[in-house]
C-alpha cells in the first residue's frame, strides 16, 4: 500500500494480490547515523583544522616578526613589534620585551618571563591549545583553557614573589600592571 500511494503501478498476480516488483521495492529510511553524523565529522575536522591553521599561522608570523628583534642578553631580545613581553620558542625559548618598557619594570618582567620558562609553560599552554583545537566546539574546554591560562600567571606570579619583600611585590605587580594592558585574544603562544 506504501507504494500504491507513492503512486507506483500494482501489478495483478495469479493469487489475486497486489504485488510490488523488484524495481520499485521500498527501502529502509536513513539513519542518522547515516545522514547526521557523516556532515557533524567533516564540520568537526573542518573546525579542527582551522584552529590548528590559525595557530601555525599565527606562530610563523609572530616568529616573522620577531627577526628584526636585537639581542639584549642571554635569551632576552627587544623588538618595537611587542606590545607586551612574552615567551617564544619550544626548543630554545627567547623571551621578547618591547623598547617602550622602563629598566625598573624590566628586572620584574624578566623574572616572570623567566619562571614561565623554568616552569615549561612555553610547552603547557600548547599543549592545552593543542587539546581546545581538537574539542573546539565543547564550550567546557574554552573554560578550561581560558582557566589553564589564568592558572600559568597565577603559579608564576607566586614562583617569583615567593621571596620577596612587600616593596618589592608591589614594584613587581606595577610592572605586571604596565605590560598587562596590551593582552591580546586567546593564544597558543
Known sequence: SNAIDAGRQPIYSNNGYYVVTQ????????TISQTVYPILGWIWLAGMI???AYTTVSYLLLQKKMEE???????????EQVASPFVLGFIRPKIYLPYAITHSDMVNVIAHEQAHIRR???WWKPIGFLFLSIHWFNPVLWLAYIFLCRDIEAACDEKVIKHMQKDEMRAYST???HCSIHRRRISAC
Open 23 to 30: 524495481r520499485d521495492s521500498l527501502t529502509a529510511p536513513k
Open 50 to 52: 582551522l584552529m590548528l
Open 69 to 79: 628583534a636585537t639581542h639584549l642578553q642571554d635569551n632576552i631580545w627587544q623588538c
Open 120 to 122: 615549561k609553560d612555553h
Open 175 to 177: 610592572a605586571l600592571l
